[in-house]
């Protein structure tokens, strides 16, 4: 059953990086935007918890036996999506313990470095029908230019190559600016901090992760929480830098 569940989470892990994939990307035209002064941030959307990446594989894609890199790569898998599981129970129970709210924080953050940009700046209350999606429709704020639609597609630790490489800080946020007249899509971007580069489009806003955070192991990241906590702290106030200097 665990292995059942863990070939499920990675089916689910794939699919969610191809809806990625497919998504389109629209850089900001300001000029063509029209005047765009007062941005309603919406309520982002946030995956219920932190994930531990993984990226140990004991046989490598270039060994001469097709048939034992299949097998041996999907044997790793499981492994790791067992381990993953635990390590991210683990670093939740630490987030929890800190009081870190992804939520809350990436809010507070976009919404600064906005205001730091020249925007008035509305705070958008909505519920999300589902997290890993942009709204489907937008509520209707008299005073707002545009809406802003966050959506968090993961965030936690990454073992960034392979073979225990240091752990480090990953946040991937999808953005996307519509006209409050209209709806339509002003800007469309990907934004993502320190993931694995051949995992993801191009055309990506990347962002290399402080040296400052990134633990030797697993077990160096659990022992130290308040470096874990400070690790996703600048994580998303990068991201949160890059986001508003895609509107200037």
């Known amino acids: 059953m665990r292995i059942f569940i863990c070939a499920v989470a990675l ?40 994930t531990i ?50 939520r809350a924080l990436l809010l507070e953050k976009v919404k600064r470095a906005l205001v730091g940009r020249g925007y008035k700046v509305i705070d958008v209350p909505v519920i999300r029908e589902s997290d890993g999606t942009f709204m489907k429709a937008y509520p209707v704020v008299p005073d707002a230019d545009a809406y802003l639609d966050l ?23 999808e953005i996307r600016m519509v006209d409050a007249a209209n709806a339509s899509v002003l800007m469309q971007e990907r934004v993502r901090y320190a993931a694995l580069e051949r995992s993801h489009p191009k055309d990506d806003i990347a962002i290399a992760s402080d040296p400052k955070y990134r633990f030797d192991g697993l077990p160096a990241l659990m022992s130290q929480p308040d470096m874990a906590v400070e690790g996703l702290n600048a994580a998303f106030t990068k991201s949160a830098e890059a986001m508003s200097a895609l509107l200037q």
Do not use: Q, W
Request: some cysteine; glycine content about 8%.
């Open 151 to 173: 959506v968090v597609l993961d965030y936690g630790y990454f073992d960034r190559v392979t073979g225990g490489a240091p752990y480090e800080p990953l946040l991937m946020t």
């Open 11 to 50: 089916t689910a892990a794939l699919t969610l990086l191809a809806d990625c994939a497919d998504k389109p990307v629209m850089p900001y035209d300001k000029a063509g935007a029209g005047r765009v002064t007062t941005i309603g941030v919406l309520t982002p959307a946030v995956p219920p918890g932190p």
């Open 53 to 102: 990446h993984l990226g140990y594989f004991t046989v490598p894609l270039s060994h001469p036996d097709e048939t034992l890199v299949r097998s041996t790569r999907l044997s790793d898998a499981m492994t790791d999506a067992e381990v993953e599981i635990d390590c991210e129970r683990e670093l939740g129970n630490i987030l929890a313990a800190k009081r870190f709210d992804a």
